[in-house]
């Protein structure tokens, strides 16, 4: 076992680093604590086995969100004393805290911010394709009722009976008629179709 104080540099505090190192040292079975210094970085007192120090340091060297851990330095290593029974935050003041928290949620809330305008930027992307889209269903919408138009003039009397069945079709399918009848009457009418051609 061995007690080692640590200094974590960077941007450290109003980043919810604390927060994060308590959890990895409560993870690891590493007792002490963390607290903020008045120069802007964080300092830890912390007992365990070297092996586990060692991991803790390595995970504690975090950048991730708005925590950017430029330098972790020991900066003493003696004998444990065995006074701590859990690891904890040391917090100061609580006009010092308040301002702590409440500049963490700035800075969260600013980065949420951006998501957002990023995000609508992309649903705005979205938006234009499906905006465009419908140009082409429309354009081909059209065509299709030209070939049929084509076919109506080309066959007469089949052009005809096609677009019977064409504004038929959606009433056929709401009185749910038997399949078969239509795909008889489909078949028919091809059979027409290549006569015709023939």
Known sequence: MIRVRIVAEGDVQKAGYRDEVQKIARELGVKGFVENL??????????????????????????KDFIDVKDVNISEKTKPTG?????????????EELGDRLGAVVKYAGGTW?????????????????????????EMHQD???RFDWVAEKYGDIGIGINSIKD????????GNDVK???NLFAKLVNHIVKEEK
């Open 38 to 63: 008045r120069d802007g970085n964080v300092g830890i007192v912390c007992e365990a086995e070297e092996e586990i120090i060692d991991k803790f340091v390595k995970k504690i060297k975090i950048k």
């Open 168 to 175: 038929d079709l959606g009433e056929l399918k709401s009185m």
């Open 83 to 95: 006074e701590f029974e859990y690891f904890d935050i040391k917090y100061g003041k609580i006009e």
């Open 144 to 146: 299709m009722n030209k």
């Open 181 to 183: 009848e239509m795909k």
């Open 114 to 138: 951006e998501e957002v305008k990023s995000s609508r930027e992309d649903i705005k992307g979205v938006r234009d394709e499906v905006r465009g889209s419908r140009e082409d269903v429309k």
